[in-house]
């Protein structure tokens, strides 16, 4: 069976992701991405009376900064 491999695009930090595009860049589901948000791991924007949440790419990179992967011995 042949893989057909896709490569994923740079993240932009002036870009503006939908959440669907943001689970996408980062390789987890919807509903992680969600809980992500929920923790307070990830910053977004959502004005007044809008249903729709945006997410800038620089709040992604900032996101991927702070985490630490602890290594187990």
Known sequence: MVRSETRKQPIDPQA???RQEAAEALGVSLSTLKKLIS???LR???PEGV???FIKGESILAMLDQTVLERRA
């Open 16 to 18: 503006i992701y939908s």
């Open 39 to 41: 923790a307070g791991h």
């Open 44 to 46: 977004v924007s959502q």
């Open 51 to 53: 249903r729709r949440i």
